[in-house]
């Protein structure tokens, strides 16, 4: 091969070597940030980072309404001097428990599904973390839209695509190039 074409190879990949480190070095922390978050995530039931679901001691009966868990969720969180609006409830046939869960804070009050007795009131550690892995978590506290998750999720993305390719290059060229120069 031409030691023209491989003059121009090599320089390529100086180029590449150094726009790879700039876009890598920035990247490092936020992709540290989405592997613990990860590993946090897939453990969070192990680790208990998610409270645990509390069994009803009533065996049979009729279920009180979600209205009336919503009642006692938000009066749970009054005594407490959190923000009562609820973002959703969990129902739990098999356990016979419903969870509340909240908008402006990650607390869980888990309800007796037939007496309407609160089981338990913990913080749901999973939720913020899950917001930390993907960014919603400054949207959450400045109340934006989406914008910050889906900035944070597309240039990280986008970085390790870019990574991944680049360093498939970086690994491989100069491996080609000494076989060039050898023939």
């Keep these: 091969m031409g030691e023209s074409r491989i003059s121009t190879k090599v320089k390529a990949l100086r180029w590449l070597r150094v726009?790879?480190?700039w876009i890598g070095v920035p990247l490092v922390v936020f992709f540290l940030i989405i592997g613990i978050t990860s590993i946090l995530l897939a453990w969070k039931k192990k680790v208990e980072?998610?409270?645990?679901?509390?069994?009803?001691?009533?065996?049979?009966?009729?279920w009180i309404l979600p209205s009336e868990m919503v009642r006692i969720?938000?009066?749970e969180m009054k005594k407490l001097?959190?923000?009562?609006?609820?973002?959703?409830i969990d129902i739990r046939p098999?356990?016979?428990?419903?969870?509340?869960?909240?908008?402006?804070?990650?607390?869980?009050v888990q309800i007796d599904g037939f007496t309407g007795e609160v089981l338990s009131i913990e913080t749901r550690h999973s939720d913020w973390i899950e917001k930390v892995h993907d960014g919603s978590i400054v949207d959450?506290?400045?109340q934006g839209g989406e914008g910050v998750k889906l900035t944070y999720s597309?240039?990280?993305?986008l970085g390790l695509i870019f990574l991944g390719i680049s360093g498939f290059y970086l690994w491989y060229y100069p491996k080609l190039i000494?076989?060039?120069k050898r023939v």
């Design 49 to 62: 980072l998610l409270p645990v679901t509390q069994k009803s001691q009533t065996e049979n009966g009729i």
């Design 140 to 142: 959450f506290y400045f």
């Design 94 to 108: 098999d356990k016979g428990v419903g969870k509340v869960t909240f908008k402006t804070h990650f607390t869980e």
């Design 154 to 157: 597309t240039l990280t993305s």
């Design 178 to 180: 000494r076989r060039w």
């Design 19 to 21: 726009i790879h480190k």
């Design 81 to 88: 001097g959190k923000d009562p609006e609820v973002d959703r």
């Design 73 to 75: 969720g938000e009066q």
